[in-house]
């Protein structure tokens, strides 16, 4: 069957590079099989190889389903099991691509279905799918083309039919808002807050009316001096945000990380901003901003693209604004995700006295593959910051003014 389908342009430009890639994704993440894999993987009747699938891929006792039947087991370092020394996987190597399982087949692809149509897109927690969607200084483009799909292909999202009426007005004036480099990202973003905070307070029957009006006034503002002076000069609370930081932090390391690579980067942010439970808050705000004009601003002055595609990616792969429970949160959430980035990339020029666009690649993977991927981690910051009074305007805004 053939559907239309929908993906940014560097998705055609993805390959796994295998052994040279620098963050495998065997290591550090449970590893599922579905069901029909997992049966082909029993009736495999060649020597050696069948002995080994055998040993290290078990069945899923805990909630089990057809898509995660069974489970490939770690080994100590927290690496597949069908990992060769070299880098390179025996299912793949021995039995060929059709019996690798489906999320092996699939990753670092996102699939989502949008009414008729299939989305298709990469996450940036794979270090190769991080450098084609976010060193593109022209910006994130998308094709419409149409292909021969897999019967049993499998979705990673699906809109709900009660969403698809205002999805796609919704999605494209925000990434209109965030590819318009006439201001800058932080700008964008507080144009997109203002603008989802109104349409939240909106009763949904009456968006047909409202909504497009509102996207002409939002738009309207980035063209605005008045008003885009007024954003800018919106006052800064660079105590709130290491104090939000160091909970944020808290947090994090309560659940224990397995990336190593992430590690680096949190050890290199904690320590040169000094964000441990002894260091005086004021202490940590100097260094903040000191290795923010010194080091990350120059340097974001020529790079904020990266952000930017960062930014589009993540609307574009979540189905944001649909990916929480209302319109807000989705902004809360992507302000998160940002603010965190910043704020590990403003730590880590301190601590390398500059970035290199190799450091910010670096960081935005390992943050995706530790944060973005632990849906229980996010679940539990949005509580906790819905149950401290700081899912709000004024708050974001906070988080976004350097």
Not at 84 to 95: A, K, N, P, V
Request: negative net charge; aromatic residues 10%.
């Amino acid at each position: 069957m053939r559907r239309e389908i929908l993906f940014p342009e560097y998705f055609k430009e993805f390959s796994c590079v295998g052994a040279a890639c620098e963050d495998t994704c065997c290591a550090g993440w449970k590893v599922t099989v579905d069901k029909a894999s997992f049966q082909k993987y029993r009736n495999i009747r060649t020597p050696g190889i069948k002995e080994e699938l055998k040993k290290n891929i078990t069945r899923e006792r805990s909630n089990p389903s057809d898509s995660a039947y069974g489970k490939i087991k770690m080994n100590e370092k927290n690496v597949c099991t069908m990992l060769t020394e070299d880098g390179w996987c025996r299912i793949h190597s021995e039995l060929g691509e059709e019996f690798l399982c489906n999320t092996c087949t699939v990753y670092p692809r996102n699939f989502n279905k949008v009414e008729s149509r299939i989305e298709k897109s990469l996450t940036p927690s794979c270090p190769e799918a991080a450098r084609l969607i976010l060193l593109n200084n022209e910006g994130i483009t998308f094709i419409i083309d149409d292909e021969l799909m897999k019967e049993n292909e499998v979705m990673n999202g699906q809109l709900q039919s009660s969403d698809e009426r205002y999805f796609w007005d919704l999605r494209m004036f925000t990434i209109e808002i965030l590819q318009n480099r006439q201001q800058t990202l932080e700008v964008r973003l507080i144009i997109i807050g203002m603008f989802l905070q109104k349409i939240h307070n909106i009763k949904r029957e009456d968006w047909s009316t409202q909504l497009k009006p509102l996207m002409d006034r939002y738009k309207n503002i980035l063209n605005d001096d008045e008003q885009i002076k007024l954003l800018l000069d919106l006052p800064q609370n660079l105590s709130f945000q290491m104090n939000l930081a160091k909970e944020l932090l808290k947090y994090r390391l309560t659940g224990g990380v397995s990336s190593q690579r992430y590690l680096e980067c949190l050890n290199d942010m904690v320590c040169s901003l000094q964000l441990d439970d002894e260091t005086d808050i004021n202490e940590s705000t100097e260094l903040y901003k000191l290795f923010y004009s010194e080091y990350y601003a120059p340097f974001m002055h020529n790079h904020e693209y990266i952000l930017e595609n960062y930014a589009v990616n993540y609307v574009f792969k979540s189905l944001f604004p649909f990916d929480q429970p209302n319109l807000f949160e989705s902004y809360v959430m992507l302000l998160v995700n940002i603010s965190l980035i910043k704020l590990h990339l403003i730590g880590m020029a301190g601590h390398h006295k500059g970035l290199t666009t190799g450091l910010v690649i670096k960081l935005i993977q390992s943050y995706a593959k530790t944060i973005e991927h632990n849906s229980n981690y996010l679940q539990n910051v949005r509580e906790m910051l819905k149950e401290s009074g700081y899912s709000t305007m004024a708050h974001m805004i906070v988080l976004l003014k350097s």
